[in-house]
């Protein structure tokens, strides 16, 4: 049941109100309430206490307007509440019981309603429950993120396996270039001595002065000077193959694409299967 606020006493307004009386509706202190329970006319009022007493009570119309009269009588014909006056004059003839018996049926309704609307509660606190768990599902371990995780992992591992094999092509093609190299650079460092060797001959025999010993020398020096290889022309090297970045990538694409397509085929499989089945 929905409360009141605490309110000031309607009478004195200075004390809190305590007691509520339905006739009046109105709050009254406990030195009010004694007063208005002395008074005659009003010492008979039913009263409650003010903090169980429901907001739409201030709201609600306790007595019939057109008579002055407080509502004693329903009338199951018009099904509304009406004073005495009303049973002999407008609704005369009428079916009707007293307040208290149609209070009591629609007090076993209530009860029936809060049996529902618990039942009502438990219910849709299981599927709040349930939809939690979904979204906590979701967040953490659904069906689309393992499947993005499994396929991505085989689109890596495809990566891999094409990185590993264009490395390893890499890896001997600059190992040929390499030894090709090394192998140049002998051949010029072993020609290279060799000039040094003849050229340092010669310069020692310009200092011979002895023309006979000076001519005979000459020509030894002069026939390995001429028997020598001459300086091999320096080619990079044209046939070991280049790095191609967009082969490495169509490569890959390539891969992936026969991935596609082979497990195209199995879904078109299982499904054949199912229609089958």
Request: glycine share 2%; aromatic share 8%; net charge neutral.
């Amino acid at each position: 049941m929905a409360q009141t606020s605490t309110s000031k006493c309607d009478l004195c307004s200075v004390n809190e109100g305590s007691s509520f009386y339905y006739e009046c509706k109105q709050a009254l202190c406990i030195s009010c309430k004694t007063i208005h329970d002395k008074i005659p006319l009003t010492k008979k009022h039913k009263v409650t206490d003010l903090n169980k007493v429901d907001r739409l009570v201030f709201q609600s119309d306790l007595g019939c307007s057109r008579h002055q009269e407080l509502y004693t009588f329903f009338c199951n014909r018009c099904s509304c509440m009406i004073c005495g006056t009303c049973l002999l004059d407008k609704h005369k003839g009428h079916r009707f019981c007293g307040i208290e018996e149609i209070s009591k049926k629609a007090r076993q309704d209530s009860e029936k309603l809060v049996l529902q609307g618990k039942t009502k509660v438990v219910e849709v606190t299981k599927d709040i429950q349930k939809i939690k768990s979904k979204i906590a599902d979701a967040l953490t371990d659904s069906d689309a993120a393992i499947a993005i995780t499994l396929n991505a992992s085989v689109l890596h591992e495809i990566i891999d396996i094409v990185k590993d094999k264009w490395l390893h092509e890499v890896e001997n093609n600059n190992q040929l270039e390499k030894e090709e190299l090394q192998s140049t650079l002998k051949k010029f460092e072993k020609t290279k001595v060799e000039y040094e060797a003849a050229t340092s001959n010669f310069e020692q025999l310009l200092s011979e002065t002895h023309d006979t010993m000076f001519y005979s020398t000459y020509a030894l020096h002069k026939r390995d000077f001429t028997q020598l290889d001459d300086i091999p022309k320096y080619m990079p090297l044209d046939g070991i193959k280049q790095f191609d970045i967009h082969a490495f990538l169509t490569d890959i694409l390539f891969k992936i694409q026969r991935k596609i397509s082979c497990t195209g085929a199995v879904l078109d499989k299982i499904a054949k299967q199912n229609v089958c089945i």
